[in-house]
C-alpha cells in the first residue's frame, strides 16, 4: 500500500510505498509515528511545518468489522500536542480501494484559496475550490457527489474549519451521503483548513486488492470474530441503544456532567435518555432508525437516525456525548432540539463536545441563560456567522473561560472534557490527565471497569491498562471492537497472523504495540512542551453532588504512571528545532 503526500505551497502529489517499519500500523498508531518521525513539534499547528495526516487501516478491505475508521491527526491548535481523531463513514474503505494508507498534506496554498484534493482511478489533483468557501459540511458533500459519484467518499471542513477555530473537526460522509461521521476534537479541522483544503473527494473505483499471507486462514479467522462479536453482550448493548445507552448508567454513579459540571445529576434526565431516543424513533417512524452502521460492513451497528415528528431525519448520529454536553450540561431537556444542536455542529464542522462544555462555560459568564435551547442555538449559528462572540465559543471552552474570567472551566491541556466527570468516575481524571490527546474519552472511557469508582484506589491502574487496550484498538479498529470480543482475545492473534505472516503466540503483541503508539504520542508532546496536569483545581476542591466527591487521586499516585516498569524504554524526545 502508499502514502500519498501532497505539498500545498508547490502544489505537487507523490505516492510511495509505505515504509517497512509502518507496515503494522494504521489510523492512531501511523498518525502517532508520522507525527513523530516528520513534525517539528514546537512549529505552529496552523501553520505551514505541521501535517495533516489522514490514515486508514492496514485490516480495512478484508471484510473485517470495525475496521473502516479512519484517523485525522497532526499538531493540535488546541492543546498545542499531538492529537488524533477518529471516524467512521465510507472514506476509510474508499482509500483502501486504492491502495492508500495514509495521506500525509504538509505547506499552504501562497494564493491562500481553497481546494479539493480528488483521487480516482486515473490519478490525483488538486482542484479549486472556492466555489464552496462558506458552505457547511452537508452542502460541500453533496454537491461534491453530484459531482463525482453518490458513492465517493467526501472528507470535508466547514465554516469552523475555514476559519481556523480551535473546536473544529473534520467530517466524513456516511454511507447515506450526509457528512454525519466526525473526526471532532483537538481542532483537526483548523489543521486541514490551514492546508487550504476544503475536502477531499475519493471516489468508488478503485481497484485495488489488499494481498495477506494466508486467506483461508483470514476467512475463518473472520468469521469466528464476527460471530463473537455478535453473541457478545457487549455489542449487544451497543446495538440496541448505542452510545445513548450510557447516559443512565453514568447518571447513576452522579458523573453525568449537569449545568456546567457543577452537578452530576439532572432532574430531567429521564426526558433525554436512550430508551426515550429508541422510542420517539419507533413512534415517529420515516427516515428514523434505532440502528445503523456507521462504516461499510460493520455487524455492531451502534448509529442511529433520529427524526423529527414528521419522521424526517434530523442527525444521525445522535450520540451520549454530544447528547449530554449540548443537553443536561446546559439544562436543555429537549432531544430534539439536542438533536438539531449536533446537526448545527455536524454542518459547521465543529466539535460538538467542545462546544457543549464552551456553552456551559458562557452559562456560568451570564451570556447564555441556562436552559435556553434557542439562544445556545443562535449562539451556535454565531460560530459559522464569525462574529466577535461566535468566534470566542468557536475557539474552545478554555478560551472561553479565560476572555470572560470564569474558572469552572473543564478542560486539561485546553481541551474540554466529555460526559464523564471525574469526580464521579475517579479514573477518568487519570484518562483525562494522562493521555497525551488531552480531556479525550475516547482515549479510555473507564465507567464500565468493574472497581469502586467512588474511591481512587485503582483508578491508576485501571485508566493506563485501558488507555494501552484503546492505542491497539484505535490503530486497527473501532474501539467498540474490544466490548464484542470480550476475552477471546486468540481472535485477534489467528487475525494478524493470517493477515500479516506474523508468528504471535498470545495477546502480548496487542500491549506492545498499544504502548509504542502512547509513547511515541507522549515523547512528541515533551518536545512540543505540553506534559501532563491536573484535573482543573476546583474539581479537587469542590464536591460534586449527589455524592460530594472530589478527585483526589494522591500526587504520588500520578508520579509512578509512568513507571519504566509498566511502559519499558521510551523512544528519545524528537528534535524540537
Same mark, same amino acid.
Given at each position: ?13 507523490? +505516492? ?33 511545518r505541521n501535517k495533516l495526516i489522514v ?20 499538531? =493540535? ?62 452542502? +460541500?458533500?453533496? +454537491? ?192 430534539? =432540539? ?37 439562544r445556545a442555538a443562535e449562539l451556535i ?11 470566542i465559543i468557536g475557539s474552545g471552552a ?64 485501571? =485508566? ?14 473501532? =474501539? ?98
Amino acid at each position: 500500500m502508499n502514502l500519498v503526500r501532497v505539498n500545498m505551497t508547490k502544489g505537487t502529489i507523490v +505516492t510511495e510505498l509505505v515504509p517497512e517499519k509502518y507496515k503494522l500500523l494504521g489510523n492512531r498508531g501511523l498518525v502517532a509515528h508520522i507525527a513523530y518521525d516528520e513534525i517539528m513539534p514546537t512549529c505552529n499547528p496552523i501553520g505551514p511545518r505541521n501535517k495533516l495526516i489522514v490514515a486508514s487501516s492496514p485490516m480495512e478491505g478484508l471484510g473485517v468489522s470495525c475496521a473502516g475508521r479512519i484517523s485525522v491527526g497532526g499538531k =493540535s491548535p488546541l492543546t498545542g500536542g499531538i492529537k488524533e481523531a477518529n471516524s467512521g463513514g465510507v472514506a476509510g474503505a474508499r482509500l483502501a480501494s486504492h491502495g492508500i494508507r495514509a495521506i500525509i498534506v504538509e505547506g499552504r496554498p501562497e494564493d491562500r484559496h481553497l481546494h479539493i484534493l480528488h483521487i480516482n482511478k486515473n490519478g490525483m489533483e488538486l482542484i479549486d475550490a472556492e466555489d464552496l468557501r462558506g458552505k457547511g459540511t452537508y452542502e +460541500t458533500t453533496h +454537491t461534491l457527489l453530484e459531482r463525482y459519484g453518490k458513492y465517493a467518499a467526501v472528507i470535508s471542513i466547514g465554516q469552523a474549519g475555514e476559519q481556523l477555530l480551535c473546536a473544529s473537526g473534520v467530517f466524513i460522509n456516511d454511507m447515506e451521503g450526509d457528512s454525519g461521521r466526525t473526526a471532532a476534537r483537538g481542532g483537526v479541522g483548523a489543521i486541514m483548513g490551514a492546508k487550504g483544503l476544503k475536502a477531499i473527494v475519493v471516489e468508488n473505483d478503485g481497484q485495488f486488492k489488499r494481498q495477506v499471507k494466508d486467506e483461508a486462514a483470514l476467512q475463518e479467522a473472520r468469521m469466528a470474530l464476527h460471530k463473537a462479536i455478535l453473541a457478545n453482550p457487549g455489542s449487544q448493548f451497543y446495538t440496541k441503544l448505542g452510545t445513548m445507552g450510557f447516559m443512565m448508567p453514568v447518571h447513576a454513579l452522579g458523573a453525568m456532567p449537569a449545568k456546567g459540571f457543577t452537578d452530576g445529576n439532572y432532574k430531567n434526565v429521564e426526558l433525554v435518555n436512550g430508551d426515550v431516543l429508541l422510542a420517539n424513533i419507533a413512534e415517529r417512524g420515516g427516515e428514523g432508525k434505532p440502528t445503523h452502521a456507521c462504516m461499510p460492513g460493520c455487524v455492531v451497528r451502534c448509529s442511529n437516525i433520529y427524526p423529527d415528528k414528521q419522521g424526517k431525519k434530523i442527525v444521525s448520529p445522535l450520540e451520549y456525548e454530544s447528547g449530554n454536553l449540548l443537553g443536561p450540561n446546559l439544562c436543555i431537556d429537549d432531544l430534539d =432540539s439536542i438533536a438539531r444542536m449536533t446537526y448545527q455542529c455536524n454542518n459547521y464542522g465543529l466539535d460538538s463536545i467542545e462546544v457543549g462544555a464552551a456553552l456551559g462555560v458562557a452559562a456560568h459568564a451570564g451570556i447564555l441563560p441556562w436552559g435556553d435551547k434557542e439562544r445556545a442555538a443562535e449562539l451556535i449559528d454565531e460560530i459559522a456567522q464569525g462574529t466577535h462572540l461566535g468566534k470566542i465559543i468557536g475557539s474552545g471552552a478554555a478560551f472561553v473561560g479565560k476572555i470572560f474570567g470564569i474558572d469552572k472551566v473543564p478542560v486539561v491541556k485546553g481541551q474540554a472534557m466529555a460526559a464523564y466527570d471525574p469526580r464521579g468516575v475517579k479514573s477518568m481524571a487519570v484518562t483525562y490527565a494522562m493521555t497525551p490527546m488531552g480531556a479525550d474519552h475516547t482515549a479510555a472511557v473507564t465507567f464500565r471497569s468493574p472497581i469502586d469508582h467512588f474511591h481512587w484506589e485503582g483508578a491508576i491502574d485501571t =485508566s493506563r491498562t485501558l488507555q494501552v487496550s484503546v492505542a491497539f484498538y484505535d490503530t486497527y479498529f473501532c =474501539s467498540f471492537i474490544a466490548r464484542g470480543i470480550g476475552t477471546d482475545i486468540h481472535l485477534m492473534v489467528n487475525l494478524f497472523n493470517s493477515v500479516f505472516g506474523t508468528d504471535f503466540k498470545d495477546n502480548a503483541f496487542m500491549s506492545d504495540i498499544g504502548k509504542e503508539v502512547i509513547k511515541h504520542e507522549r515523547m512528541f508532546n515533551i518536545a512540543a512542551g505540553v506534559t501532563e496536569e491536573w484535573v482543573p483545581e476546583w474539581m479537587r476542591h469542590e464536591p460534586l453532588m449527589p455524592h460530594g466527591r472530589v478527585s483526589d487521586i494522591p500526587e504520588s499516585e500520578y508520579a509512578r504512571y509512568w513507571d519504566i516498569d509498566f511502559w519499558g524504554e521510551f523512544p528519545s524526545v524528537p528534535a524540537r528545532l
